[in-house]
């Protein structure tokens, strides 16, 4: 039980810091013995749970990413999301061509469970299983505003996540000031707290119950962002959240 916690532990890690990361790194900030965590780190190694690249850095592997493919099969929100985005009404519309990500909350992150791939570089590149600090996303933002107030504060009593970018949102406080226009406007905007010069807009996906249960998002660089005009691109994003919503049942 105690080395596959210390397993676990490590696949998290690994995933939370996008791959950078070190035995010392690891050693230290899990608290684990060298000498355990290298016997830890061979025996993961062969089971492809990790691998090492060329510069010695510790990358998740490819079995888990067999196991979520797994789980992401049988989801009905990543079937929706792949159902909608392959209609013909998705391929011909505004949205077509741009990178376009499905997540869901788990704690003060967000996991993507979806992704369509546009040929722009971003300097982001989404992928199945991929986890970013929730406030500082655009689905983050609409998925944490949806929350009772009271887990909103037992989901950062203590500690907030450091910044990414030098404009990310800093704290509680400044997370909960723009809820409000969000909310207004009907979708979310993450300015260049993931990644500086990437614009991504987020707009909620309910259940029959009306529930928020993930949240949809289109990225852009901002040279394409002012070319295609924010607004235009939240509401189409807004319209094509309300239709996957459609397909889970939402009225």
């Not at 989901?155 to 996540?161: E, I, L, N, S, V």
């Not at 970018?165 to 809820?179: K, W």
């Not at 905007?189 to 998002?217: F, N, P, Q």
Request: proline residues 6%.
């Amino acid at each position: 039980m105690p080395a596959l916690r210390r397993a676990v532990a490590v696949l998290d890690y690994i995933s939370e810091a996008c791959g950078e990361v070190s035995a010392a790194r690891l050693a230290q900030d899990l608290k684990i013995p060298k000498s355990t965590l290298h016997g830890l780190l061979s025996a993961m190694e062969e089971l492809g749970l990790i691998y090492r690249d060329r510069l010695g850095r510790i990358q998740t592997g490819a079995r888990p990413l067999a196991w979520s493919r797994d789980f992401v099969a049988k989801s009905d929100l990543a079937s929706a999301f792949h159902r909608y985005f392959n209609s013909p009404q998705a391929q011909q519309g505004i949205l077509a061509g741009y990178t376009m990500t499905m997540t869901i909350l788990d704690g003060a992150n967000v996991v993507y469970i979806a992704c369509s791939q546009a040929h722009q570089p971003l300097g982001v590149t989404f992928q199945v299983g991929m986890r970013l600090p929730a406030p500082f996303t655009a689905t983050g933002k609409i998925l944490l505003a949806a929350l009772p107030e009271a887990e909103l504060a037992t989901t950062f009593a203590g500690t907030f996540p450091p910044p990414l970018t030098r404009l990310s949102v800093r704290d509680l406080a400044a997370l909960r000031a723009v809820f409000p226009a969000q909310e207004a406007r009907g979708y979310s905007v993450d300015d260049g707290e993931v990644r500086e010069g990437m614009i991504c807009l987020g707009a909620a996906i309910c259940d029959h119950s009306r529930h928020v249960k993930a949240a949809l998002a289109l990225s852009v660089t901002r040279p394409e962002a002012k070319a295609a005009q924010i607004s235009t691109l939240g509401m189409a994003l807004k319209g094509a959240a309300d239709q996957i919503s459609h397909l889970l049942g939402a009225p």
